[in-house]
């Protein structure tokens, strides 16, 4: 009855009539003037057809009280395998609808007694279990979940917020194994389950602006990736202007979102091209971010700042002149000097007892004695008083001009959703588009470094023991004699043992190969000679004792030494002005042909060139400019499309020229 007394809810037009292929607007209305939550149920008729039921629900609080607006009392949290070792982080949205900062902190209670109950494992983590929420905004309160088993979780939290009322919200998590489910639980990032069309169909009252879609979703990203994409702005208006800012409603996703332009103008049927570009780093994460976009009419505008600006003359006009009425200006110069009477009543204090009844005093002989009034006695109003006196008082304030209301202000909305994942796991769900994202190392720079708090904490700390008390050390030791009794009586453990030393050499051992032993002994007896050759591996070591001269019966001459490697016979011959050099140069005469003699060689100017570029070329800062690079070539083609100075789907034109004329020969 409350509702239909006071017409709180109000729809129009209530009835009519659509012909085949005809649309029409219905408005749905909410006066917010009375405190409460109030329902209606309204039904939807048509004429040869089904009935449709509308729940209508409004909630009007007091100016002064704190109010947050929950989305449902069950949230469930979208499933994550079991095994993760770094869950996304999943967002649950509070909105304040009051008209002050509402404090709220989650208790944390019954997290903790669920990790009790799985061993200590943390089922649910929220990160923010406190914060403040601005009127008007909404916080995002994150959560961790990590399942231990494929089974559904669920746990009771209660929201306790600063001078009002606690609410309890049921959290439900849901835990699968993907070795048994496969590809019949996909990895989405939750797009599909937004009820809310990406395209808007109908108008809104005094609206200018519009958006080709309204909710974009980036997919699932890698991290330390970036994601782009294009939406335009069009203000379909014939006769008016409009200018436009965008705003994000969480500070926190700021540093992951940027658009571009974030503010301009829009002529009458003018459109522009955005840019929005999503920076993902940190940890895996849900994204669902609402941007607002905030339209104003700029004819109404201008009006509104001309107005303001004559009213702020006449108010300034206003406190410097004035009007005199007084019909003698000088009567008061003719006046004498006021007496102060002293009034028949008990002294106050010692100093006014010498002052008889009746005495005149001076103005500056005595201080003046100042009584305060009793409140005048009013009575209530009834409510025809009170029509009355708001009647009066329109009257009365019609007679002045008061300030000028600045013009209310149009709000787009534009969400997006998106998932990151780390770059392993990315790339075993999604091996196909892993291809198509570039990896930006610098971002990775930036996240693995430490701050100099950090620094110094790590330089200061030391790793202490961690403790555990009986029942934890008993478990784990009953835990590790089942392992090693388990291993001892395990017979393809003992053969698997066996194996391994009859396994061949791994492939990665011939990337180590060594020097031959006479190089070694050459550098090793030219104690002044320089670095080794950049023909052998510098980083090659060969022992002392694998370099034996080998027995000869017949006795070589002074310039030539025998050495036996492997097996084999090695004559080094050493010519008298390579000695007499300091055996800076020598030649290798051996029966095999690994064993080679190489002279250094000297890199030109032109090779240290090309190794320096390509050195540069895999440095993340260079790749990251190339990358950048690019971007911009792409959106300004997208640009010059976009406003009409070529055409990307048209067919490439060829052009003929005329054939050369052959010159003429005498």
């Known amino acids: 009855m409350k509702v239909l007394e006071n017409r709180l809810f109000n729809i129009e037009p209530k009835k009519g009539c659509l012909q085949p292929g005809e649309s029409c607007d219905v408005m749905f209305s909410y006066r917010h003037s009375v405190v409460g939550t109030d329902r209606l149920s309204v039904l939807l008729k048509l ?137 019949t639980m996909p990895i989405t990032d939750q797009s599909n389950y937004a009820e809310v069309p990406s395209i808007q169909r109908v108008a809104a009252p005094g609206q200018l602006c519009f958006l080709n879609q309204e909710r974009i979703s980036f997919g699932n990203m890698p991290l330390f990736t970036r994601g782009r994409r294009s939406v335009v702005m ?71 700042e001309c107005e303001l600006s004559r009213w702020e003359n006449e108010r300034c006009r206003q406190v410097v002149e004035f009007s005199v009425t007084e019909k003698d200006p000088c009567a008061d110069l003719r006046t004498c000097e006021p007496e102060y009477v002293v009034r028949e009543c008990a002294p106050s204090c010692e100093r006014h007892k010498s002052i008889e009844p009746g005495e005149t005093v001076a103005p500056d002989s005595r201080e003046i004695l100042r009584y305060k009034t009793l409140p005048p006695i009013a009575k209530k109003l009834s409510c025809d008083d009170q029509k009355l006196h708001e009647k009066l008082k329109r009257r009365f304030d019609e007679q002045f001009w008061p300030k000028p209301v600045p013009p209310k202000s149009f709000l787009l909305h534009l969400g997006l959703t998106a998932r990151t994942h780390d770059l392993e796991e990315f790339q075993l769900h999604f091996p196909c588009d892993y291809d198509k994202f570039f990896i930006d190392q610098t971002l990775c720079d930036l996240q693995t470094m430490p701050s100099c708090n950090e620094c110094c904490d790590d330089q200061t700390s030391c790793p202490q023991p961690v403790c555990c008390n009986q029942s934890e050390a008993d478990m784990l030791s009953h835990l590790m004699s089942n392992i090693l009794r388990s291993l001892v009586d395990d017979c393809q453990f003992h053969e698997a043992c066996q194996e391994i030393a009859c396994d061949p050499v791994p492939y990665f051992q011939q990337f180590c190969q060594e020097r031959p032993c006479c ?98 070329k895999k440095m993340p800062e260079v790749c990251a400019e190339i990358e950048s690079i690019l971007e911009n070539t792409l959106m300004n083609i997208v640009q010059e499309a976009f406003h009409g100075e070529f055409s990307i789907t048209a067919r490439p034109r060829l052009l003929a020229l005329p054939p050369r004329p052959c010159p003429r020969q005498n």
């Open 47 to 183: 004429s040869y057809g089904r009935e449709i039921l509308l729940n209508f629900v409004g909630v009007t609080v007091s100016v002064d009280r704190a109010y947050i607006h929950f989305p449902s009392t069950r949230h469930t949290f979208s499933p994550v395998p079991i095994g993760e070792t770094r869950g996304p982080v999943q967002v649950y949205e509070m909105y304040n609808g009051g008209a002050v900062p509402v404090k709220f902190e989650i208790d944390t209670f019954p997290l903790r007694a669920l990790i009790q109950d799985n061993y200590g494992h943390s089922i649910f983590e929220c990160l923010n279990p406190k914060g403040e929420i601005q009127p008007g905004q909404t916080a995002s309160i994150e959560w961790k979940f990590s399942p231990l088993e494929a089974k559904t979780y669920s746990v009771e939290v209660d929201v306790r917020i600063e001078c009002g009322e606690t609410a309890t919200i049921t959290f439900i998590g849901v835990g699968f194994d993907k070795r048994h489910l496969g590809d």
């Open 234 to 304: 069009t203000n379909r208006s014939t006769e008016h202007s409009a200018c436009f800012t965008w705003h994000v409603t969480n500070d926190k996703d700021a540093k992951y979102l940027s658009i571009v332009p974030v503010s301009g103008s829009l002529c009458p049927g003018e459109s522009v091209l955005l840019k929005i570009t999503l920076t993902a780093f940190g940890i895996p994460t849900f994204y669902d971010v609402d941007l607002v976009c905030e339209v104003k009419n700029l004819t109404e505008q201008n009006a509104y």
């Open 519 to 616: 190089v070694e002994n050459v550098d090793c007896c030219n104690h002044t000679s320089h670095a080794p050759d950049s023909g052998f591996d510098a980083n090659c070591n060969v022992d002392s004792e694998e370099l034996e001269p080998a027995p000869v019966e017949n006795c070589l001459p002074p310039d030539e030494q025998t050495f036996e490697i492997d097996g084999a016979t090695v004559s080094v011959p050493l010519h008298s002005s390579q000695s007499a050099a300091g055996c800076n140069g020598f030649e290798l005469n051996a029966t095999f042909e690994e064993v080679q003699a190489q002279e250094p060689i000297t890199e030109t100017a032109e090779e240290k060139e090309f190794a320096l570029i390509q050195k540069m």
